[in-house]
């Protein structure tokens, strides 16, 4: 089955074939082919009129904007209960904190498969209907072997990119003995799920891992064959960051209080910073400045870490324009993070790009440029198309 789109007001491909790394064209046609995009071009090509008459389908895009689909490098979707007090307990000056989290482990553990499958559904229809394609999504609201491996096979039935984050905190009944449920974390919990995950993740931080115990995870997870990311900076500065790039992480995420020598470190590896300005808009943390690392040669990477405590959104567009408004970000820089990044920081090549042999997940804009991701803020702006 073959599908050409034309009409394309703007295509956002973040191929620098055609220019610099966004790849804009004005005027573009594209083709796709059982899923995988066969050519890429002008409208006013007789290329594009040449393979509309060979085509199965044709779909005129009317001069609005197309841009690769978002891939969402950073969820917790699989969860189960509600949080709502929290947020508007914080709105009235409460702080956050991570221990929150306790709470969405009782609701979880107490619901069924059927439940958190139910909520995964759902979860991931607002994704696509927001534009998102490509989706990791976390384990971590367990903490006990049964229920972080149940995670990851529920995960596992609606992504490849599957972290096992048993080490989100340390569970209420393993208060005042940390380190074994850390040990618990590296050997039978891990055994549980890496059948299922690609990823090993760890909430280094304050009130969750120390950056020692944090190394032992990290470790145990890439001795058991997965690959390594962190959580790490988000409510004070601490030694996560160079963690993560002496173990060479694909990312860095939250990233909100990173040093001066924290951002040398990243500018020298290729670990990506993935801010999620969704955590400092619900939390009230100050946004981090991304214009500062991009100015420093860091991929930066923007997600929405849909999650129930700190950013209970699966709007991407909603994350862009916080990054345009609050961190610095160009709308043009935003749209390749959400986009590019996101694929960056997952360590793949075939999303998050609209060039020939990448996957044909398109999100159209009702709108003729990427830029009124951000100028119109709230507006359901997204169509999937995804091939
Ligand atoms: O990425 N930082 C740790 N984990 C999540 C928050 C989880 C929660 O509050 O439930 C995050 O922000
Ligand atoms: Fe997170």
Redesign the pocket.
Known sequence: MTTLIRGIGELFTNDPTWGDRFGIIHGAAVEESDGVITWVGLDSDPEATAREAAADEVIDAYGQAIIPAFVDS?T?IAFAGD?ADEFAARMRGEKYA?G??RS?VAATRAATDDQLRANLVVAMEELANHGTATVEIKS?YGLDVETEARLCRLAKEFTDEVTFLGA?VVPAEYAGREDDYVELVCTEMLAACAPYAKWIDV?C?TG?FTVEQSRRVLQAGIAAGLRPRI?AS?LQAGEGVALAVELGAASV??GTYLTDSDIELLAASDTVVTV?PG?EFSTKHPYPNARDLIDRGITVAIST?C?????YTASMAFCIALAVREMGMTPAEAVWAATAGGARALRRDDVGVIRPGAQALFTALSAPSHIHLAYRPGTHLTTPLFF
């Open positions: 950073h917790h949080r991570a929150g989290i969405t971590g989100h909430f931080e969750a959580h988000q995420d939250h999620l955590v870490d999650n129930p405590g700190s950013s």
